[in-house]
Each structure stands twice: as C-alpha cells, then as structure tokens.
C-alpha cells in the first residue's frame, strides 16, 4: 500500500515554476494586470499587456532546463472582462537571449474560443529549455492570459507557477 501511495505521489508531483515576466501589463482603472495573474489557478486577474498588439509575450523561467510536453491556457474568469487568447506561437530558450520559435503544428498553438474554459495543446515533441514564452497572435477584446505547463513523459506533471 505505501509503495501504491509513493507512486501515486510521484505520478501527481507538482512541479514548482518560478519566475513570470512579461513584454508589459496593463495598469487599468486602479488595476494592474500583472505577469503573476498568469497562473491558472490563481483567483483574479489574468496577464494582460498595456497595448495588444503581436509584440506582446509572457515568459516563465523555470529555473533550469526541463522537458515541457504541454500548456494549458484560458483567458480572463472576470464576468465583466471576458477576454481571451485565440491563437499563440510558442518560443523557447536555455539562455533567454537566443529564441526558437516550436516548429510543429505550423508555429500557431489555437487558443481558447471563450474566456473560462481550458484550452490544453500538447507540446510532439516536447519542448527541452529552461525558458518559455507564450507570444499571443489572435485574441477577442484585448489579450488576456492564464497558464500552466506541463511536463512528464505524458504531461501527468502540471507546473504550477508560482510567483
């Protein structure tokens, strides 16, 4: 029984990120949409830059290269800011100097199409880097975004991000 415990612990790990930044935030109606709102399972506002144009980005650190197999995403949960990403590129870095922009699924991961349900997009083959950064390219309203990536051999491990 302890050994089944063990592995179910193992199998559910979390896996502590640390480290969001991003090309900007928005500072809104005594508001600031900040990097750290980009947790998924954080309560209240999501990431969302100053202006949403393609230049925007949310960057996590993980600290040290790790294999990404995925990404889960959804937009803002506010009811009176429903916002969202529709569509993203995903880039990635061991240095965060030098970027490669994922090269599957023709560069473009599809997003979300409403503002609360989850959107996961699995990363074949995974993504090996200490660095990665979400560049939204299509959103309805304004950009706005929550994440958590994922790692393991079938993405059982979720990264939760912390500040």
């Known amino acids: 029984v302890l050994n089944e415990f063990l ?60 294999r990404i197999t995925g990404i889960i995403t959804t937009g803002s949960a506010l009811s009176e800011e429903k916002c969202y990403v529709s569509a993203y590129r995903v880039l990635y870095s061991n240095d965060g100097k030098q970027w490669s922009g994922y090269k599957e699924s023709n560069s473009i991961f599809q997003g979300n199409n409403n503002y609360g349900d989850e959107v996961r997009n699995n990363f074949i083959p995974p993504i090996v880097a200490r660095f990665v950064r979400i560049n939204p390219i299509s959103w309805y309203k304004r950009i706005a975004l929550k994440l958590e990536l994922l790692e393991g051999k079938h993405g059982e491990k979720r990264c939760q991000i912390t500040e």
């Open 7 to 66: 592995f179910l612990l193992m199998k559910l790990r979390v896996c502590l990120c640390f480290q969001l930044s991003a090309s900007s935030a928005l500072d809104w109606s005594t508001r600031v949409w900040a990097p750290s709102g980009a947790r998924l399972k954080k309560e209240g506002l999501p990431w969302a830059p100053s202006q949403s144009d393609q230049l925007q980005w949310l960057q996590v650190d993980l600290k040290k290269e790790k």
